[in-house]
């Protein structure tokens, strides 16, 4: 059973870039049975996806924030990680990490599993 | 693309049965039977109970059931016990992307 925990500052300036990274308790980044991914949720407000990456480094984000978003990863730290440019107050949120079940390329359905999220805050 | 739309709450009494509604479009929920559905308690992270539309990941009990027509899906809830009072959300495949709905409280009377 894989297990996700998010990581990173909570506080972020804006214009500066928020950074987070996925880690893994149990299971391996390498595996080839998801897209890991990262969601997000302002407070109060609903889910919003960001993006995924796959072992192989293929990544693939929202259009909405496709300009100031980079997903990667780091099979040496069995870990991925994403950052995020140019934040204002609207970026923030909980932010989660989150493994993307496939089918075949690039047909994708449900998230499980979830990290615990964390919070970050832009503000100066 | 915008997000899916569900209510933003419905109620019901312990032993009764609530539906939530989701919809989107032919090239989201409607195009593909790629739908999923998260409750998400309160302070806690989004756990997925439906996903391909009407199926129930092992754990997640029998009262919680799925099912789509057209471009809505829909999530029942039957015999409404209080540790149903959440927000669920759905969520479906579009393409190239994920979209989610705006989430629906769930209150139990």
């Known amino acids: 059973q894989v297990q996700l925990q998010e990581s990173g500052p909570g506080l972020v300036k804006p214009s500066e870039t928020l950074s987070l990274t996925c880690t893994f308790s149990?299971?391996?980044?390498?595996?080839?049975?998801?897209?890991w991914s990262w969601i997000r949720q302002p407070p109060g407000k609903g889910l919003e996806w960001i993006g995924y990456?796959?072992?192989?480094?293929?990544?693939n984000y929202n259009p909405s924030l496709k300009s100031r978003v980079t997903i990667s990863i780091d099979t040496s730290k069995n870990q991925f990680s994403l950052k995020l440019s140019s934040v204002t107050a609207a970026d923030t949120a909980v932010y989660y990490c989150?493994?993307?079940?496939?089918?075949?390329?690039?047909?994708?359905?449900?998230?499980?599993?979830w990290g615990q999220g964390t919070l970050v805050t832009v503000s100066s | 693309q915008s997000a899916l739309t569900q209510p933003r709450s419905v109620s019901g009494s312990p032993g009764q049965s609530v539906t939530i509604s989701c919809t989107g479009t032919?090239?989201?929920?409607?195009?593909?039977?790629?739908v999923s559905w998260y409750q998400q308690l309160p302070g806690e992270a989004p756990q997925l109970i439906i996903y391909?539309?009407?199926k129930r990941p092992s754990g997640v009990p029998d009262r919680f059931s799925g099912s789509k027509s057209g471009n809505t899906a829909s999530l029942t809830v039957s015999g409404l016990q209080a540790e149903d009072e959440a927000d669920y959300y759905c969520?479906?495949?579009?393409?190239?992307?994920?979209?989610f709905g705006g989430g629906t409280k769930v209150t139990v009377l």
């Open positions: 989150a493994g993307l079940n496939y089918y075949g390329p690039g047909v994708y359905n449900w998230f499980d599993p």
């Open positions: 149990r299971g391996s980044v390498s595996s080839g049975s998801y897209y």
């Open positions: 990456i796959y072992h192989s480094g293929t990544t």
């Open positions: 032919s090239s989201d929920v409607g195009g593909y039977n790629f």
């Open positions: 391909d539309v009407s």
């Open positions: 969520c479906s495949y579009a393409g190239t992307s994920v979209l």
